[in-house]
Nanobody
Framework: QVQLIESGGGLVQSGGSLVLTCTAS???????MGWFRQSPGKEREFAAG????????RYADSVKDRFTISRNNAKNTVYLSMHSLTREDTAVYFC???????????????????WGQGTQVTVSS
C-alpha cells in the first residue's frame, strides 16, 4: 500500500504558475505516478502521468505544453509544474499511483490504485 500526500496548491492569477508536490511512502517507487484533477460538477480527469524512471510521460491535451510532470525517486516525490494557468485549470488536484505498472502510463482512474486526498488549485481572472 502506498500513502500519497499532495502539497503546493493555492490561489494564483490567470497566466501564473504553480508547482504541486506529491510525496509517497509505504514502498519503493518503481511504479507509474499520475496527476488527476476534478472541477466542481465534473468527473475526475487525467492530467499527466509518468513511468517509474520518468522516461515515459503522458499528458491530457488540455494541459500539454503547459504542464510538466517529473519525479525524484530518491525522495519518493512527484511534481507537477503548471504554467500559463487559466480559470479552466481550477480544480482539486489528486496524486495517484499505479503500483502494478512500471512503464505503461494509463489515463483512466481505474488504472490507479492509490490516491492522495487532493490539493485545491484556484486560478483567478
Amino acid at each position: 500500500q502506498v500513502q500519497l500526500i499532495e502539497s503546493g496548491g493555492g490561489l494564483v492569477q490567470s497566466g501564473g504558475s504553480l508547482v504541486l508536490t506529491c510525496t509517497a511512502s509505504g514502498r519503493n517507487s518503481e511504479y507509474v505516478m499520475g496527476w488527476f484533477r476534478q472541477s466542481p460538477g465534473k468527473e475526475r480527469e487525467f492530467a499527466a502521468g509518468l513511468s517509474w524512471s520518468g522516461a515515459i510521460t503522458r499528458y491530457a491535451d488540455s494541459v500539454k505544453d503547459r504542464f510538466t510532470i517529473s519525479r525524484n525517486n530518491a525522495k519518493n516525490t512527484v511534481y507537477l509544474s503548471m504554467h500559463s494557468l487559466t480559470r479552466e485549470d481550477t480544480a482539486v488536484y489528486f496524486c495517484a499511483a499505479a503500483t502494478k505498472s512500471r512503464n505503461y502510463v494509463g489515463n483512466s482512474r481505474s488504472e490507479y490504485n492509490s490516491w492522495g486526498q487532493g490539493t485545491q488549485v484556484t486560478v483567478s481572472s
